[in-house]
């Protein structure tokens, strides 16, 4: 009988993907990076427990794109500066990216907020631009001229938080209380340079970024990076306190009740 596809894989499948999977060459991407100084009490109200606001309310947009083997990928994630206990880190509330397979690792291992979307990085000369949009909305844009290069950082670990859940199947609640992910990113960065220019954040109604704005900006940077990540379980949270809050993984909250009508499967 020929394969059946959909069939058990075995063991020795199953340990050579794991092994490919971990000994994947490093990974560059080239982009835009932003932060900015944004409003305090907007920055604390996007915070579920128990992360809490740092000493500067700060946002940062990355807009990438990433030299995958075989097809490139548009990479985004807009964050704010969050802390949980003494480990401060980003908390990220919409990750756009161009291709499912990046979407779908992140957001089934890690709770990473990613969705499908546009991811845009252009250099003509000096000018550079990148964009986030989704729903035809360039809800963000990074605009700006290099104006210098700048040192290259040390090797560095980074952290951002996720928040892992399964919505429950009778629409309750979760099936199970959610947990609060560090993943921790191990960066290098092989290119780096001073970018003058602004941030541009449009009204969406999928994706409000622009309650955020752009108070006092601190620096925007174009460079070379790469980084490996790893994730780890901080803690089990509580999921009547985040309850509120899983609207920011989704366009329309009800689309988690959403299921084929009844005779079609």
Do not use: N
Not at 95 to 110: S, W, Y
Request: proline share 9%.
């Amino acid at each position: 009988m020929a394969r059946v596809r959909y069939g058990a894989r075995t063991e020795a499948e199953i340990t050579a993907a794991r092994t490919a999977s971990s000994e994947l060459p490093d990974i560059w991407s080239t982009g835009l990076v932003a932060v900015w100084e944004s409003d305090p009490d907007a920055v604390a109200a996007v915070l579920p427990p128990p992360l809490k606001p740092t000493a500067r309310p700060l946002v940062r947009v990355s807009i990438s794109k990433v030299d995958l083997p075989g097809y490139p990928l548009g990479a985004g994630s807009f964050a704010v500066a969050a802390a949980h206990g003494d480990v401060e880190g980003w908390y990220p509330l919409v990750m756009p990216m161009t291709h499912e397979r990046a979407l779908i690792g992140g957001r089934e291992v890690f709770g990473e907020p990613k969705k499908l979307g546009e991811v845009t990085v252009e250099r003509d000369g000096l000018v550079v631009r990148g964009v986030l949009a989704r729903h035809g909305i360039a809800f963000v844009e990074v605009r700006g001229a290099v104006s210098g290069s700048l040192p290259l950082p040390e090797p560095a670990q980074k952290t951002d938080f996720y928040f892992k859940f399964l919505p429950a199947v009778d629409g309750s609640g979760f099936d199970a209380d959610p947990v609060l992910v560090h993943c921790l990113r191990d960066e290098k960065v092989r290119r780096l340079e001073r970018v003058t220019g602004d941030v541009v954040l449009r009204e969406s109604m999928y994706d409000p970024v622009a309650d955020l704005p752009v108070r006092g900006l601190v620096e925007i940077t174009f460079g070379e990076k790469t980084s490996g990540q790893r994730g780890r379980v901080a803690e089990r949270v509580s999921a009547q306190a985040l309850l509120p809050y899983i609207h920011q993984r989704y366009d329309d909250p009800r689309q988690i009740l959403d299921g084929p009508p009844e005779g079609s499967v």
